[in-house]
């Protein structure tokens, strides 16, 4: 069983940045490929990006490539989604996510385990 625990969510104006962090439980997290998911309101949960369970292959959506950077420490069982250039399209809910396969991950597949999200709200 693991627990993931989303933090680094808040309100920030267009043009900003935000860091996201998922701690997760357990002594398994290495075994793990992990990602970042979001829901905006009224809109389905969306991939946003994944990284491979030790060398650190990244997947990124088409609407956030450039602007976002996933990484993780697997000494402190952490994910980072580090979020540049934020604009308003990018609020959502976003959720942190274990599973399988970074690349299954693209497609909203193989999840094991989800956060419960943290809120990111960017103002125009």
């Known amino acids: 069983q693991v627990q993931l625990v989303e933090s680094g969510g808040g309100l920030v104006q267009a043009g900003g940045s935000l860091r996201l962090s998922c701690a997760a439980s357990g002594r398994t997290f290495s075994t793990y490929a992990m990602g970042w998911f979001r829901q905006a309101p009224g809109k389905e949960r969306e991939f946003v990006a994944a990284?491979?369970?030790?060398?650190?292959?990244?997947y990124y959506s088409d609407s956030v490539k450039g602007r976002f950077t996933i990484s993780r420490d697997n000494a402190k069982n952490t994910v980072y989604l580090q979020m540049n250039s934020l604009n308003p399209e990018d609020t959502a809910v976003y959720y942190c996510a274990a599973g399988s396969s970074s690349l299954t991950m693209v497609n909203v597949y193989g999840i094991d385990y989800w956060g419960r999200g943290t809120l990111v709200t960017v103002s125009s």
């Open positions: 990284i491979s369970r030790t060398v650190g292959i990244t």
